[in-house]
């Protein structure tokens, strides 16, 4: 029986000419990942070891992001513990202010995941990378010390959904409303310990920011991973931010799948998530009743990038947030932030009404920049809708694509960008 693209890269990695489904193995890391909420757990736990080292300093990466610049003293207290730690050791890909963006965001710019790359990351969403062709997934902060200081982890074996995409996107129509329509259709735990494995024809008609909020939010569907074929779009993006593209994988063609669940992209409509859970997707047409909002957060690791803040700045143009609700938009990072001020995306913002925040993580987990109040809702780019995700038990999420959020804050309510055309 063949190999999926994540069973063969496991295999890589692993030093075995092949894995199958269950199996358990230990491999070979190429990036450790880990935030300023998840890091100081997993130095602690080094702290305990006898030999207290790291594998490799250039293959690990402490991003400063969900709350950064520092909210408080306890804050302020863990990244100092990781900035102390990233010193000690000499840690090359050490990111705090000024440098700093949303993790998930920031590797890939940075170019420090390519193709065929296992990585690991103490934070749910570390599956991101999957869009340029790796296997990437997040684990706990004990894990990710082990990962630290061994620069390898032990797996199981993921079986695989196939998820074959086809046709073409029609106007308004991105990666967030395929992602959130798949996990609408399967529900949060309907990929559990699984591979998210896309591919189809219609690949070709998603782009790389498309392709990254997918991958993002395979954890969504409970996914250990999410994956794409490397194409010439994957390529182009490897060449323009990293010094490699890595290795190529593909799926053998006799590669066994528990289930294929085919999207036609032209069948598909924005899409929006009602509380509390991802899964509970709506097709916009679907939702006649008036759902007043008091808030739309436009970035998070999953939106934030500069396609989500032009989709966000064109239908915001010429139009103002409706009076009483408050709009906060968050680049991904200060690349994407300067590039934004270069093409006037933010005078946009700032004219329509919104205001426009540091990379940050802040909203999307109830940390800072955005917290509700009680019996509030936000309509947002962000990934998870989990009750008091956002700030008050009692407060309400709307997940939705900086189409939908920015129709939204001018008109105060869900809707559809063509209400505004």
Not at 229 to 256: F, R
Not at 272 to 300: C, Y
Not at 312 to 336: M, N, S, W, Y
Request: with cysteine.
């Amino acid at each position: 029986m063949g190999m999926t693209m994540s069973q063969k890269i496991l295999a890589d990695h692993a030093g075995t000419a092949s894995v199958k489904a269950g199996e358990l193995i230990e491999a070979d890391l190429d990036l450790v990942l880990g935030n300023d909420i998840t890091s100081p757990v997993a130095i602690h736990e080094m702290d305990r070891m006898k030999n207290r080292r790291v594998f490799n300093q250039d293959k690990i990466a402490l991003v400063m992001d969900h709350f950064i610049p520092n909210k408080d003293i306890k804050s302020a207290e863990h990244c100092k513990c990781v900035r102390n730690f990233a010193s000690e050791f000499g840690i090359t890909n050490y990111f705090d202010v000024g440098q700093m963006g949303i993790e998930h965001a920031l590797l890939p710019e940075k170019g420090l995941v390519v193709a065929g790359n296992l990585c690991i990351g103490a934070d749910s969403h570390t599956c991101t990378y999957g869009a340029l062709g790796a296997f990437s997934t997040g684990v706990g902060s004990t894990d990710m010390a082990a990962g630290m200081a061994s620069g390898k982890a032990w797996f199981k074996v993921p079986s695989a959904i196939r998820v074959l995409v086809t046709g073409k996107k029609k106007k308004y129509v991105t990666g967030k409303d395929l992602i959130l329509h798949l996990i609408g259709e399967i529900g949060v735990d309907g990929a559990l310990y699984q591979s998210l494995e896309f591919s189809g024809d219609g690949i070709a008609d998603l782009s790389m920011d498309d392709r990254f909020t997918i991958a993002n939010m395979a954890i969504e569907a409970g996914a250990k991973n999410g994956i794409f074929p490397v194409d010439e779009q994957t390529l182009a993006y490897m060449k323009e931010h990293a010094s490699g593209c890595g290795k190529t994988y593909e799926a053998d063609t006799d590669a066994e799948y528990t289930r294929t669940v085919t999207i036609d992209l032209a069948q598909l409509e924005p899409t929006v998530s009602f509380p509390h859970l991802p899964s509970n997707a709506r097709k916009i047409s679907e939702i006649t009743e008036t759902i007043p909002m008091d808030q739309a957060v436009i970035g998070s690791c999953t939106n934030g990038r500069i396609s989500d803040l032009r989709a966000a700045a064109e239908i915001l143009k010429g139009h103002h947030v409706k009076k009483g609700l408050r709009c906060i938009v968050i680049p991904a990072t200060q690349d994407i932030y300067l590039q934004a001020m270069e093409e006037g995306l933010l005078k946009i913002f700032i004219e329509a009404g919104a205001v426009v925040s540091t990379p940050t993580c802040g909203p999307c987990l109830g940390g800072y920049m955005g917290i509700l109040a009680a019996g509030e809702r936000c309509i947002s780019t962000t990934n998870r809708n989990f009750i008091g995700r956002m700030g008050d038990v009692t407060s309400e999420v709307y997940l939705a694509s900086p189409y939908v959020a920015a129709a939204s804050a001018v008109t105060g309510k869900i809707s559809s960008p063509e209400e505004l055309q």
